[in-house]
């Protein structure tokens, strides 16, 4: 059964970095069928993609975001990782990390969600 | 690329079926046969209950059925449960390896 699970602070001031890791467990994250995901959800709000990252390491980034966002992976470790810079209030939101089945461009598997605030 | 539109909340007594609407356009829903569904209930993860605008993932009841016409996507909930009430979410390619989330629609059983 694939695990999947956030970690990092859950406090962030403004104009600071974000940074969230997200570890898989029960399956391998070097595996040609997946995409690995971040997707954010502000308080009472809708869920937004913010990118994903191949385990070859090729990225793709929500244009919005894209200025400030790096995804990143670290196949010995099955991590993958999230820094989205300059943040603001906007960006406070729970963040989910998911795995994106490549063939059918869905995300199947899901984190619990990590709730980061951005606060002086 | 903006958010596809749902409307935000739909409701259905016990045994009825309850239908949402997803609207994007061309270049996302209308262009692409990758329109997914996923429920979430209060304080938890999305749940994946539709792929591909109408098949559904392995375990998933088949009273979750999905539809495509146009650029608008619909999820017909069936026979609904008191379980079904959760939030609802659409999703699709959008090309150029973008994606795009509806707004969400709050299911409520009465």
């Known amino acids: 059964q694939l695990q999947l699970q956030e970690s990092g602070p859950g406090l962030v001031k403004p104009s600071e970095a974000l940074s969230l890791t997200c570890s898989v467990s029960?399956?391998?994250?070097?595996?040609?069928?997946?995409?690995w995901v971040w997707i954010r959800q502000p308080p009472g709000k809708g869920l937004e993609w913010i990118g994903n990252?191949?385990?070859?390491?090729?990225?793709y980034y929500s244009p919005s975001l894209k200025s400030r966002v790096t995804i990143s992976v670290d196949t010995s470790k099955n991590q993958f990782s999230l820094r989205l810079t300059s943040v603001t209030a906007a960006d406070t939101a729970v963040y989910y990390c998911?795995?994106?089945?490549?063939?059918?461009?869905?995300?199947?598997?899901w984190g619990q969600g990590s709730l980061v605030t951005v606060s002086s | 690329q903006s958010a596809l539109t749902q409307p935000p909340s739909a409701s259905g007594s016990p045994g009825q079926s309850v239908t949402i609407s997803c609207t994007g356009t061309?270049?996302?829903?209308?262009?692409?046969?990758?329109v997914s569904w996923y429920q979430q209930h209060p304080g938890k993860a999305p749940k994946f209950i539709i792929y591909?605008?109408?098949k559904r993932p392995s375990g998933v009841p088949d009273r979750f059925s999905g539809s495509k016409s146009g650029n608008t996507a619909s999820l017909t909930v069936s026979g609904l449960l008191a379980e079904d009430e959760a939030d609802y979410y659409c999703?699709?390619?959008?090309?150029?390896?973008?994606?795009?989330f509806g707004t969400g629609t709050k299911v409520t059983v009465l």
């Open positions: 998911a795995r994106q089945i490549s063939a059918w461009l869905a995300y199947d598997s």
């Open positions: 029960g399956g391998p994250i070097r595996s040609s069928s997946y995409y």
């Open positions: 990252i191949y385990y070859s390491g090729d990225t």
């Open positions: 061309s270049s996302d829903i209308g262009g692409y046969n990758y």
């Open positions: 591909e605008v109408n």
């Open positions: 999703s699709s390619y959008a090309g150029n390896s973008n994606y795009v």
